[in-house]
Antibody, heavy 119, light 110 residues
Framework: QVQLEESGPGLVKPSQTLSLTCTVS??????????WSWIRQDPGKGLEWIGY???????YYNPSLKSRLTISVDTSKNQFSLKLSSVTAADTAVYYC???????????WGQGTLVTVSS | QSALTQPASVSGSPGQSITISCTGT?????????VSWYQQHPGKAPKLIIY???KWPSGVSNRFSGSKSGNTASLTISGLQAEDEADYYC??????????FGGGTKLTVL
């Protein structure tokens, strides 16, 4: 059974960098069959696609976040990561990592982790 | 990229059918057969229920069906059940190799 688990700080100060890691089990990122995605959701609001990475590190980002965003992959640890710099309160959200077909079909999701941006 | 447009809410009675629309542009829905739909219950992660406009992931009920015409995709739920009450989101691949979601639709089963 494929499982994804997000980890990282739940509280980040404004202007700092938000860093999250997703650990994948039950599938190998190195298989190359999928993209590995980050999606966030403002509390009580809708979903926003952040970006995704291939096993080789090829990345695609939401244009509205691109200037602050880095998504990377570590196939040796079967993990991928998100870094979002210069955060503000608007970046407060539940962050999900997912396994995606590359075309929007995210068939496995982590449970989500709430990140609050506050001083 | 702008979010896809969904109605904020829809409702129906048990046993009825409802349809949720998702309107995009020629840069996303209108140009690609890569529309997916997600169901989200409160406090839970979204669940993929339709991908590539009309396909079902393994284990998803065929009471859910998808379609597309021009720049608008639709999700139809037939034989409404109480457990179908949830938020529903559409998602489309775009010409920029990115993804865009709709704003979400709250389904109430009366």
């Amino acid at each position: 059974q494929v499982q994804l688990e997000e980890s990282g700080p739940g509280l980040v100060k404004p202007s700092q960098t938000l860093s999250l890691t997703c650990t994948v089990s039950g599938d190998s990122i190195s298989s190359g069959a999928y993209y590995w995605s980050w999606i966030r959701q403002d509390p009580g609001k809708g979903l926003e696609w952040i970006g995704y990475t291939s096993y080789s590190g090829r990345t695609y980002y939401n244009p509205s976040l691109k200037s602050r965003l880095t998504i990377s992959v570590d196939t040796s640890k079967n993990q991928f990561s998100l870094k979002l710099s210069s955060v503000t309160a608007a970046d407060t959200a539940v962050y999900y990592c997912t396994r995606d077909s590359g075309y929007g079909g995210s068939d496995y999701w982590g449970q989500g982790t709430l990140v609050t941006v506050s001083s | 990229q702008s979010a896809l447009t969904q109605p904020a809410s829809v409702s129906g009675s048990p046993g009825q059918s409802i349809t949720i629309s998702c309107t995009g542009t020629n840069s996303d829905i209108g140009n690609y057969n890569h529309v997916s739909w997600y169901q989200q219950h409160p406090g839970k992660a979204p669940k993929l229920i339709i991908y590539e406009v009309t396909k079902w992931p393994s284990g998803v009920s065929n009471r859910f069906s998808g379609s597309k015409s021009g720049n608008t995709a639709s999700l139809t739920i037939s034989g409404l059940q109480a457990e179908d009450e949830a938020d529903y989101y559409c998602c489309s691949y775009t010409g920029s190799s990115t993804l865009v979601f709709g704003g979400g639709t709250k389904l109430t089963v009366l």
